[in-house]
């Protein structure tokens, strides 16, 4: 009976320890450089690396107020607000006219200078950036 319970344990534990944990919006504030763009599901499949990027400089900045810009060659490509849903980015655009609209991205992987994020549509788009020190 005790041996039962302590391997339970362990393995509520290790279940516990694999969950990913949610991003607060403070932990993504600062810009972060597009090192690689990929759309896996075009055929074939689009892959922009570092070199391919370097062009376009392109990026995405979020800041205090949950703003958030994406840069593309220079020039503001789109802006609006997030907020966080656990590793969900729901990014509120503005649109022409005071019109908005609402997608999200998700964030599979992330540390304190590296992430991944991708569109959640069909067209799926990966992205893969690096926190600009």
Known sequence: ??????????????????????????????????????SPREDPPLLMEEDDLKVDHPSIKFSKGNHLVIMWGGKKLSDGTFRMEDRMIRFKENLDGDATREFPFLITEFS????????????LTRVTAVKVK
Do not use: H, N, P
């Open 1 to 38: 009976m005790k041996l039962s319970v302590i391997v339970i344990a362990i393995i509520v534990a290790m279940i516990a320890s694999s969950c990913e944990s949610s991003i607060k919006s403070e932990e993504l504030y600062g810009e972060w450089k597009y090192v690689k763009v990929e």
């Open 112 to 123: 304190k200078d590296r992430m991944v994020f991708e569109t959640m549509s069909q067209d």
